[in-house]
């Protein structure tokens, strides 16, 4: 009985896709994870609407990356990367809290700025709260005015109180 022989336009294809899956899922493999420790109230259902709205980029140049934590979100490069967290206990009152505008509406924050030049912000008045903190890697080159570029995610959340 002679050996069947299928067309030769298929085998061709057939390689080129397992070619191709061979060369994109180490490249896959390489991308990033940031380590994250989760906030308290990190399952809070509050925060998956916020971490849905998440921008890909910030600043326009850093990307967005993957964390191993739940409610947690990060950009650019591990151990220089701008990090946020859901979650985190709502603060009180401060005389640091400022009212940021943006296009998607505005957001209270109380800035706090780390004697190691870490910049925090965390929502006032949204529960949950979220925190970003800013390394002083990212703004040695940026302005932490993309914090605005969070407004429509952090909006999932409503307010209940503004700054004074």
């Known amino acids: 009985m ?3 022989r299928f067309p030769l336009t298929r085998a061709p294809r057939t390689r ?3 070619l191709a899956a061979l060369v994109v899922a180490p490249l896959a493999a390489c991308a990033p994870t940031i380590g994250e420790t989760p906030a308290e109230d990190a399952a809070d259902p509050a925060c998956a609407p916020v971490m849905l709205a998440l921008p ?5 140049d850093l990307p967005q990356r993957d964390t191993n934590a739940q ?9 220089a990367a701008v990090t946020l967290r859901c979650g985190v206990t709502p603060p009180g009152p401060s005389a640091d809290c400022q009212r940021v505008e943006s296009g998607a ?3 209270d924050w109380i800035v706090v700025a780390g004697k190691d030049g870490t910049w925090r912000f965390t929502t006032y008045g949204r529960e949950p ?3 970003v903190l800013v390394p002083p890697s990212v703004t040695e080159n940026h302005s932490t005015s993309f914090v605005g570029d969070l407004a429509q995610a952090v909006n ?3 307010a209940t109180a503004t700054c004074t």
């Open 105 to 107: 509406g505005a957001v």
């Open 16 to 18: 080129a896709v397992a």
């Open 156 to 158: 999932t959340v409503p």
């Open 56 to 60: 890909d980029t910030l600043a326009g």
């Open 129 to 131: 709260a979220v925190e």
């Open 71 to 79: 409610a947690t979100s990060a950009w650019g490069d591990p151990g």
């Open 2 to 4: 002679p050996r069947r």
